[in-house]
């Protein structure tokens, strides 16, 4: 893990504030995760873009099925906080067992519902951190559009 107070660097150089500073919030709600079954630790940071942010933690269940990850977690409270008009412009992502862990793809399709398609998402990967739009980690986000 990359202590908090350090810059992360990802393949284009090192993370601007902003996006530091939401990997520190997603680095602290780990700390809150509940994962005694795998002891997968992860948090999640969301910059919304009403200016407020929101995180979320992993919280693990016997039944693998029913565990909800941090992402999830996150933008659940972010709907319940602010509403359904809510929109993401940003994503941080945080593992303290310092594995790989981009979004999974149940992820990827909950936050597609909210998340503006330029928004950076930074999470951690093989060599460092990464960040991409999202519109390139989820390039065919299921759409049902009622006529």
Same mark, same amino acid.
């Given at each position: 893990? !990359?202590?908090?107070?350090? *810059?992360?660097?990802?393949? *284009?150089?090192?993370?601007?504030?902003?996006?530091?500073?939401?990997?520190?919030?997603?680095?602290?709600? %780990?700390?809150?995760?509940?994962?005694?079954?795998?002891?997968?630790?992860?948090? %999640?940071?969301?910059?919304?873009?009403?200016?407020?942010? +929101?995180?979320?933690? *992993?919280?693990?269940?016997?039944?693998?099925?029913?565990?909800?990850?941090a992402?999830?977690?996150?933008? +659940?409270?972010?709907?319940?906080?602010?509403?359904?008009?809510?929109? !993401?412009?940003? !994503?941080?992502?945080?593992?303290?067992?310092?594995?790989?862990?981009?979004?999974?793809?149940?992820?990827?399709?909950?936050?597609?519902?909210?998340?503006?398609?330029?928004?950076? !998402? +930074?999470?951690?990967?093989?060599?460092?951190?990464?960040v991409?739009?999202?519109?390139?980690?989820?390039?065919?986000?299921?759409?049902?559009?009622?006529?």
């Amino acid at each position: 893990m !990359v202590p908090a107070d350090q *810059n992360t660097s990802h393949s *284009n150089g090192p993370l601007d504030a902003a996006l530091e500073s939401l990997l520190g919030m997603a680095r602290q709600a %780990a700390l809150h995760s509940y994962a005694p079954y795998s002891g997968f630790r992860v948090g %999640a940071a969301l910059r919304l873009t009403n200016g407020e942010t +929101v995180t979320g933690t *992993n919280v693990e269940n016997v039944s693998y099925g029913l565990t909800i990850c941090a992402e999830r977690a996150a933008l +659940v409270q972010a709907v319940s906080e602010f509403g359904p008009q809510i929109r !993401v412009e940003a !994503v941080a992502i945080a593992n303290l067992n310092e594995a790989a862990s981009p979004p999974c793809g149940a992820c990827r399709q909950v936050l597609a519902e909210f998340i503006l398609p330029e928004a950076p !998402v +930074v999470f951690p990967a093989a060599g460092g951190m990464r960040v991409m739009p999202f519109s390139a980690l989820m390039p065919l986000a299921f759409e049902m559009k009622l006529k």
